[in-house]
């Protein structure tokens, strides 16, 4: 039975995350977010189209959703050999996984972050408060250096250094697991993995930064 019920529990996370919401949502607004700016489905590139209150907002909470939604319902209704850890990292896990690869659009998904906060803001919320200050220095810096930006609206254009502040905070997630919770190796290992899966996702965002290409 507790076979059955992980096994549950993995596909409907799978399933759920597989969801795409950014597409979804901007063929609701009669835009095909896959054959515009990056092509890619989620909130950042959304927000190239409607912008960052009708595009980035309502996306990156959906996006968010599908990833704490599971961990939520496992860590509360599901008592397993696994422990509260190992449920609700499995259904973290497939969750992010489906937003990578979605079974609906032939596992062409998208990067993965704003599932992968979702996840883990149940999972280590203490981790996630130490990771947010990376992101927010690191995205001013992406601002501050890139001359064109400094006469932009905050929010215009935010796309350019979201990739970067992403990486980071992913890279700073596991350092703060270790210090602050070093016992869960489950947790450590698992954001570990993850951090390098999102850098691997952004791969191509880092190499066209490194090259000091900022557009």
């Given at each position: 039975?507790?076979?059955?019920?992980?096994?549950?529990?993995?596909?409907?996370?799978?399933?759920?995350?597989?969801?795409?919401?950014?597409?979804?949502?901007?063929?609701?607004?009669?835009?095909?977010?896959?054959?515009?700016?990056?092509?890619?489905?989620?909130?950042?590139?959304?927000?190239?189209?409607?912008?960052?209150?009708?595009?980035?907002?309502?996306?990156?909470?959906?996006?968010?959703?599908?990833?704490?939604?599971?961990?939520?319902?496992?860590?509360?209704?599901?008592?397993?050999?696994?422990?509260?850890?190992?449920?609700?990292?499995?259904?973290?896990?497939?969750?992010?996984?489906?937003?990578?690869?979605?079974?609906?659009?032939?596992?062409?998904?998208?990067?993965?972050?704003?599932?992968?906060?979702?996840v883990f803001i149940l999972i280590a919320p203490y981790e996630i408060a130490m990771c947010l200050p990376v992101f927010i220095i690191v995205l001013l810096l992406m601002r501050f250096i890139d001359p064109s930006r400094k006469s932009e609206p905050f929010f215009k254009n935010?796309?350019?250094?979201?990739?970067?502040?992403?990486?980071?905070?992913?890279?700073?997630?596991?350092?703060?697991?270790?210090?602050?919770?070093?016992?869960?190796?489950?947790?450590?290992?698992?954001?570990?993995?993850?951090?390098?899966?999102?850098?691997?996702?952004?791969?191509?965002?880092?190499?066209?930064?490194?090259?000091?290409?900022?557009?």
């Amino acid at each position: 039975m507790d076979v059955i019920l992980i096994i549950a529990a993995g596909v409907f996370s799978y399933l759920l995350g597989s969801v795409p919401f950014g597409l979804v949502y901007s063929l609701a607004r009669g835009v095909d977010i896959r054959k515009v700016g990056s092509k890619n489905i989620g909130a950042t590139n959304v927000s190239r189209q409607f912008g960052f209150a009708l595009g980035f907002v309502p996306v990156f909470i959906l996006d968010l959703a599908k990833g704490a939604l599971p961990v939520f319902l496992a860590a509360s209704y599901i008592h397993t050999p696994l422990g509260r850890d190992g449920i609700m990292v499995l259904t973290g896990i497939m969750a992010i996984a489906g937003h990578m690869f979605p079974v609906y659009l032939g596992f062409r998904g998208g990067k993965g972050v704003a599932t992968a906060l979702g996840v883990f803001i149940l999972i280590a919320p203490y981790e996630i408060a130490m990771c947010l200050p990376v992101f927010i220095i690191v995205l001013l810096l992406m601002r501050f250096i890139d001359p064109s930006r400094k006469s932009e609206p905050f929010f215009k254009n935010m796309q350019k250094g979201v990739g970067l502040s992403s990486c980071a905070a992913a890279v700073a997630l596991p350092i703060s697991v270790f210090i602050l919770e070093s016992p869960r190796i489950l947790i450590l290992v698992i954001s570990i993995l993850v951090a390098l899966l999102l850098v691997y996702r952004h791969r191509s965002n880092l190499v066209k930064i490194f090259k000091g290409d900022l557009s």
